[in-house]
């Protein structure tokens, strides 16, 4: 088994050695000689088998299976280009569009999805080129209309959600508003005192970390 | 050369200086709040900024590496920070140093990890008194970190030279107008590994050996210092 060169939730740096022998290297490191080193500023977590560091910033590159928000930018003959705040853009085409079918010749494709209409999608495939194919098959899936949107940063993701859901759902039951979170970091926020939401969902990107932070946003929700 | 000022008398240098010390630096990260990632070093009276946006799609798309993304950076001295106003715009030395940066920094990030994409560094040279392009380099390494890059550790840069034929390390302006060699160097500081190395003026190899180990030995202070900077952003989330 290997050596641990710092403690479990540490704070590291780009080229920190995490440990040494043998660990598997997760996400947010790299193996050198031997050695596990952490790619990003982050946190460091020393599982039974494996290191992974949580990242403090950066930015959002699709991954398969993640839930995403995204605006449609362009519309082609069959297909839909989605725009997902990421250096990717998001091809949805038609027939992973809708659960239904739709026919060319009776509707256009801007009936169904038009720019600047904001969907809640997934992500099915994403190839070393990273093209990125989407899909709105899952019953989850749809477009978005009414409400807010608000980007946080796609490291604090975890941090909205919470254990098990808990942070999101202690939000949603205080401001009864609906939330929809991205894993690009987008959050849609509808009904309910959203002003509040708003407010809370703000406090978790700006001091995402450390501890308390359930604690924090309880405080705020309680104010009013 | 101009022998009328001592550069170097009893060991000390014109600003009180020893022969292995570095100037006081200062470093801070997150200076830019539109920016993915920013930083600001300084080394003496010279100071530079730096601010990574990215990644990012890259255009024009021919210019789109299909298997790895791309690090492009832009070396800038402001007009106000020499003594006689420089022209505003870019330049030939501007450019020629934007370029070596390119290299020192794109060799430490995993930009296969980014195919297709582009990582922007801006560095901005506020106040120039010799030694610009390693301390924009100390900004944008940490500027970098700041802005969630994947990296395999820091870049760290520091110059050495000569002057009245010691080898000294670190430069100011009056050292580096009348002295004989400078040598800025750009390194992991972890690893050992030089990722830019450059040279002005005249020496021997034993003296060049001299050099290279003093410019490395100020590279390991400057780690601490962007260390200690980078540190300090968990405490500001917090």
Request: proline share 4%.
């Amino acid at each position: 088994m290997g050596k641990k060169l710092v403690e479990d939730k540490s704070n590291v740096l780009p080229g920190d050695v995490i440990v040494e022998g043998d660990y598997l290297s997760d996400r947010g490191t790299y193996k050198e000689n031997g050695k596990v080193k952490s790619k990003v500023l982050g946190v460091a977590r020393i599982e039974k088998s494996k290191v992974r560091v949580i990242p403090l910033s950066g930015g959002y590159i699709p991954k398969e299976g993640d839930k995403v928000i995204g605006k449609v930018s362009g519309i082609g003959p069959s297909h839909w280009w989605i725009e997902l705040d990421s250096p990717y853009d998001g091809y949805l085409s038609l027939a992973e569009g809708s659960e239904e079918f739709i026919d060319l010749d009776e509707t256009e494709l801007s009936d169904v999805y038009d720019i600047g209409d904001i969907i809640y999608t997934e992500v099915i495939k994403v190839t070393s080129e990273k093209d990125v194919k989407l899909s709105m098959q899952d019953r989850i899936c749809k477009k978005l209309t009414g409400g807010r949107i608000v980007r946080i940063s796609p490291s604090r993701v975890p941090r909205l959600i919470g254990k098990g859901g808990s942070m999101v759902e202690m939000i949603k039951n205080k401001t009864d508003s609906r939330i929809i979170i991205g894993q690009n970091g987008i959050v849609w926020i509808g009904g309910g005192k959203e002003d509040l939401a708003l407010e809370a969902v703000k406090t978790v990107d700006e001091r995402g970390h450390g501890r308390g932070l359930k604690e924090k946003v309880e405080k705020i929700l309680n104010k009013r | 050369m101009s022998e009328n000022k001592e550069l170097l008398k009893n060991g000390k240098r014109i600003d009180g200086r020893g022969i292995e010390d570095l100037r006081d630096m200062e470093a801070e990260v997150g200076i830019f709040k539109r920016a993915d990632g920013s930083g600001y070093f300084r080394m003496g009276n010279t100071e530079a900024v730096a601010a990574v946006f990215g990644p990012r799609e890259l255009h024009p798309k021919h210019r789109q590496k299909p298997k790895r993304g791309i690090l492009q950076c832009r070396y800038n001295l402001t007009p106000f920070s020499v003594e006689d106003r420089k022209r505003p715009g870019p330049s030939r030395r501007g450019k020629e140093i934007g370029k070596v940066s390119e290299g020192a920094l794109s060799s430490i990030v995993f930009l296969e990890e980014f195919p297709t994409a582009t990582i922007d560094v801006y560095m901005e040279v506020i106040s120039a008194d010799a030694g610009t392009r390693c301390v924009a380099l100390n900004a944008a390494s940490i500027a970098l970190a700041d802005a969630g890059v994947p990296m395999k550790g820091l870049i760290s840069a520091c110059a050495a030279g000569k002057i009245e034929d010691t080898p000294v390390l670190d430069l100011k302006g009056e050292e580096d107008k009348d002295g004989q060699v400078d040598l800025p160097i750009a390194m992991n500081a972890e690893t050992g590994d030089i990722t830019l190395l450059q040279m002005d003026g005249m020496t021997d190899i034993d003296e060049m050996d001299e050099m290279l180990g003093l410019a490395v030995k100020g590279c390991k202070k400057v780690a601490e210092k962007q260390r200690e900077a980078l540190m300090k952003t968990f405490e500001d989330s917090k």
